[in-house]
């Protein structure tokens, strides 16, 4: 248990959702709160859409700086926001807010999180590069749109239901910046699109516990000069990124991901470097629990 000293300038942070279970963000924020030396506090807090204009408007008198939302708040808040960032815009769902001169601001960090996890863990960039993205719901929509913004080349969008991906596409092409976003579904496309990627990552939740051995496609056509990346966390390794690390690809977890949107959040709330690896060993060791 984390001993948080709470006094009259201490700034409350809390996670909007309902029903909310296990969350990582409250260990993981207050640890680091503790450790950068923030005067700050965060707490569950269970609220229903149909409750979310009341619940900001108590927020935005009591000494909140900022919030995490979560289902199933993410598109239902956006309509009570002051104003949205150009991602959490074109991504149409909020998962971080910011109290700020009586506004309420939105933000996504489900995409800068995994762009930031990228550029630390593996030194890369998304600028001219070529994805393969697997799946189609919130966190492939987040990752695309993120992935354009900061200049990605191209996009192969893949889902087992084709017509999600198409809309992926249809929101990306010629609406953000000159990059195509192409959805590559039957298994020739698939094939031809794997050759020429040079980045491949799982959105679905295939290979997640507990069907840690479940793979979505013929793993043996990722090269080995690719970058593979896996949303799943749990296993912190999955079935696919092993395969991936024996054919010589550079591989990074979901785990990674997870830990650097909460770190995005604790960057936009702070103004501040976030402490990424007390952030991870909080992560890690929920993890192994
Ligand atoms: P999230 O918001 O976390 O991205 P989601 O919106 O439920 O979650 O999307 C889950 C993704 O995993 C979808 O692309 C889904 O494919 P469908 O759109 O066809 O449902 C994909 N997915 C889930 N189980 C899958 C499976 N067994 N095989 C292939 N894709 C799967």
Redesign the pocket.
């Known amino acids: 248990m984390l001993d948080v000293t709470i006094d009259r300038d201490t700034k409350l942070f809390g996670i909007l959702g309902y029903p909310l279970g296990h969350s990582f963000s409250p260990p993981m924020q207050n640890a680091a709160f503790a450790a950068t030396g923030v005067n700050a506090a965060f707490f569950l807090l269970e609220v229903k859409p149909e409750d979310l204009d009341v619940a900001l408007a108590g927020m935005k008198i009591l000494p909140f700086g900022g919030a995490s939302v979560t289902i199933p708040n993410k598109v239902a808040i956006i309509e009570h926001l002051d104003e949205i960032s150009e991602a959490a815009r074109l991504i149409g769902a909020v998962n971080v807010i910011k109290f700020e001169d009586g506004k309420v601001k939105g933000y996504n960090t489900d995409g800068s999180g995994f762009f930031r996890a990228f550029q630390t863990e593996l030194g890369e960039e998304p600028k001219g590069k070529t994805f393969f993205v ?9 990752i695309c749109v993120e992935a354009v913004l900061r200049g990605a080349k191209k996009l192969y969008i893949y ?3 084709l017509s ?2 198409e809309v992926i596409a249809g929101d990306i092409n010629g609406k953000i910046r000159d990059c195509a976003a192409v959805v590559a579904q039957k298994p020739e496309a698939m094939a031809e699109a794997l050759a020429e990627a040079e980045v491949f990552i799982n ?4 290979g997640m516990y507990p ?1 840690v051995e ?1 793979l ?1 496609f013929d793993v043996s056509l990722l090269r080995g000069e690719m970058i593979v990346c896996d ?1 799943v966390y749990n296993p912190e390794r999955t079935q696919l990124l092993w395969k991936a690390a024996e054919l010589g690809c550079r591989t990074m977890s979901g785990v990674r991901m997870l830990i650097n949107q909460g770190a995005e959040a604790y960057a936009i709330w702070t103004e501040r470097e976030p402490p990424t690896e007390i952030m991870s060993d909080v992560i890690c060791r929920i993890l192994k629990q």
Do not use: D, P
């Open positions: 697997n799946g189609a719901g919130g966190a492939s929509r987040a889902n087992r239901t999600r991906a959105t679905t939740s295939v069907k479940e979505s949303a």
